[in-house]
Nanobody
Framework: QVQLVESGGGLVQAGGSLRLSCAAS????????VAWFRQAPGKEREFAAA????????YYADSMKGRFTISRDDAKNTVYLQMNVATPDDTARYYC?????????????????????WGQGTQVTVSS
């Protein structure tokens, strides 16, 4: 079992930066793939970024590539999402998700249905 707790959300002005954290329990967390998804009111859940365990391969949604950076510190059992040049369109609740076994492809890791564990989310609001 893995429990995930997100933090770091808040209010940021357009053009600003924010770093989200996803803290996990579980001794084998370093082997897990972890992803960030987001969901705005009235919209479907959207993939943002993913990082694999071990190889540390990263994947991004096209709209976030170059602005968002996903990273992990397995000594702290934590995955981060650095958000830069925020825009009002980034306003959403951000969730982290994890899966122990996976195919290391963008197609697989960007699919929210593939993830077994989810956090409660953290709200990000970008003001214009």
């Amino acid at each position: 079992q893995v429990q995930l707790v997100e933090s770091g959300g808040g209010l940021v002005q357009a053009g600003g930066s924010l770093r989200l954290s996803c803290a996990a329990s579980g001794r084998t967390f370093s082997r897990y793939a972890v992803a960030w998804f987001r969901q705005a009111p009235g919209k479907e859940r959207e993939f943002a970024a993913a990082i694999t365990g071990g190889t540390l391969n990263t994947y991004y949604a096209d709209s976030m590539k170059g602005r968002f950076t996903i990273s992990r510190d397995d000594a702290k059992n934590t995955v981060y999402l650095q958000m830069n040049v925020a825009t009002p369109d980034d306003t959403a609740r951000y969730y982290c998700a994890a899966r122990g076994s996976y195919f290391d492809t963008h197609w697989f890791l960007s699919n929210s249905a593939q993830y077994d564990y989810w956090g409660q989310g953290t709200q990000v609001t970008v003001s214009s």
